[in-house]
């Protein structure tokens, strides 16, 4: 299993552009979510989803998208960059079905780094 | 609103001290919760959570409801545990879409001297 993974690693973007991160996983999970990590703010939560074709909202939504039409994959649109954009993503996911195994371990893809001019 | 304080952004301790990574939570509710932590150069991945009352290189965390608390112990430091680490509350119940919200803590940064 490849696990949880992100495209691009890096990217560098200017102000007013629009993009997509790219999430894709490989272990069948229900849950996905989007999060960005920023210095002294931890993990703050952009995005989450329950399951193909069901998102919600998360701590810091703006400026951003999202869709889920298959379980594999969970992409993040940038509409508009904005310098305030400017942080490290990371996509996770996990079982939740309280009777799995493993049930809410999140698992954490290797993050994407974005820089906004 | 659900929310997680990590009180402390680094914490710097000699190898073989104990160690305490302080995290409170407010919750109205029954929360879940976990500690995750991302060595250098690496992914986060979960170190614990609280239903499991496990013990994890070392570390244990007790949930107090009382104090609304969940730290990380650790009897002796070791130089590997240098790292970022994460405490993180999952909302219970209430809905299949918003039970499965979970929020992280800003991060403590832990740094074993030695």
């Known amino acids: 299993n490849a696990g949880v993974t992100q495209t691009p690693k890096f990217q560098v973007l200017k102000t007013g552009q629009s993009m997509t991160l790219q999430c894709a996983q490989d272990m069948n999970h229900e849950y996905m979510s989007w999060y960005r990590q920023d210095p002294g703010m931890g993990l703050r939560l952009i995005h989450y989803?329950?399951?193909?074709?069901?998102?919600d909202q998360g701590e810091v939504p703006n400026g951003y998208n999202v869709s889920r039409s298959t379980t594999e994959d969970f992409p993040l649109r940038l509409l508009s960059a904005a310098p305030s954009q400017t942080s490290v993503y990371f996509c996770a996911s996990s079982y939740s079905n309280p009777g799995t195994s493993g049930f809410n371990e999140q698992f954490f893809g290797p993050g994407t780094r974005l820089t906004v001019l | 609103a659900q929310r997680v304080t990590q009180p402390e952004k680094l914490l710097s301790v000699f190898k073989g001290a104990p160690v305490e990574l302080k995290c409170n939570y407010s919750?109205?509710?029954?929360?879940?919760l976990f500690w995750y932590v991302q060595y250098s150069r690496q992914r986060l991945q979960l170190l614990l959570r609280h239903i499991s009352r496990e013990s994890i290189k070392g570390f244990t965390a007790d949930l107090n409801k009382g104090e609304t608390s969940f730290h990380l112990k650790k009897p002796f430091a070791q130089e590997e545990d240098s790292a970022m680490y994460y405490c993180?509350?999952?909302?219970?119940?209430?809905?299949?879409?918003?039970?499965?919200?979970?929020?992280f803590g800003s991060g403590t940064r832990l740094s074993i001297r030695p």
């Open positions: 989803s329950v399951g193909a074709g069901i998102t």
């Open positions: 993180a509350l999952r909302k219970v119940g209430c809905g299949y879409s918003s039970a499965s919200k979970i929020i």
């Open positions: 919750y109205s509710g029954s929360p879940e």
